[in-house]
């Protein structure tokens, strides 16, 4: 009986989302271009909203955070490009990485690192 217990609550332990909350330094590569945005990140159980700080401007953001995958948009309006920016990765600790989407400008690399 014990046993089980234990393994119900690791299980129940593993599928609890990593706390994200906080600010974020995080590098972008979009065909071969860099940035350097900041996220500030809270977290409510698995939804997630905050602001954007970087080269596109300034934007809310929502997303979702599900076990260790997060998920995160804005809309930007700039003379660089209008539209829906979005984020997916994998968080571990207190970094993240993963890949994200530009609109018509392309698709690109992150990587986090929590402030």
Same mark, same amino acid.
């Given at each position: 009986?014990?046993?089980?217990?234990? !393994?119900?609550?690791?299980?129940?332990?593993?599928?609890?989302?990593?706390?994200?909350?906080?600010?974020?330094?995080?590098?972008?590569?979009? @065909?071969?271009?860099?940035?350097?945005?900041?996220?500030?990140?809270? @977290?409510?159980?698995?939804?997630?909203?905050?602001?954007?700080?970087?080269?596109?401007?300034?934007?809310?953001?929502?997303?979702?955070?599900?076990?260790? @995958? !997060?998920?995160?948009?804005?809309? !930007?309006?700039?003379? @660089?490009?209008?539209?829906?920016?979005?984020?997916?990765?994998?968080?571990? =600790?207190?970094?993240?990485?993963?890949?994200?989407?530009? =609109?018509?400008?392309?698709?690109?690399?992150?990587?986090?690192?929590?402030?």
């Amino acid at each position: 009986m014990k046993s089980v217990i234990a !393994v119900v609550i690791l299980a129940t332990g593993l599928a609890m989302a990593a706390d994200i909350s906080g600010t974020w330094n995080v590098t972008v590569e979009v @065909q071969g271009n860099t940035g350097t945005p900041t996220f500030v990140l809270k @977290q409510d159980g698995e939804k997630l909203t905050g602001t954007y700080s970087g080269l596109l401007g300034d934007a809310p953001i929502t997303g979702t955070i599900k076990g260790d @995958q !997060v998920e995160w948009s804005f809309d !930007v309006k700039s003379d @660089q490009v209008t539209g829906k920016v979005t984020y997916r990765g994998t968080v571990s =600790g207190a970094k993240m990485s993963g890949k994200l989407s530009l =609109g018509d400008l392309g698709e690109g690399t992150w990587t986090g690192t929590r402030k």
